[in-house]
């Protein structure tokens, strides 16, 4: 079994900024990542949040 290190990740919502950090996370040796999920984000972001947990996936995570 793989260790598993990771980090909570919050509050961003501009995918761009996101494939950085998430790179970064990479990086560092994360391979877990938690996104929080609001109820500001399902009323006004759903296809972002939508998008953000795809580029997690498309890394692995």
């Given at each position: 079994?793989?260790?598993r290190l990771g980090v909570s990740y919050f509050g961003v919502r501009n995918p761009e900024h996101v494939v950085?950090?998430?790179?970064?996370m990479a990086a560092a040796?994360?391979?877990?990542?938690?996104h929080t999920f609001s109820e500001n984000?399902?009323?006004?972001?759903?296809?972002?949040?939508?998008?953000?947990?795809?580029l997690s996936q498309e890394r692995g995570f």
């Open positions: 079994m793989r260790a950085r950090d998430l790179d970064r040796g994360c391979n877990v990542v938690l984000d399902l009323r006004f972001y759903p296809e972002t949040m939508r998008e953000i947990v795809a």
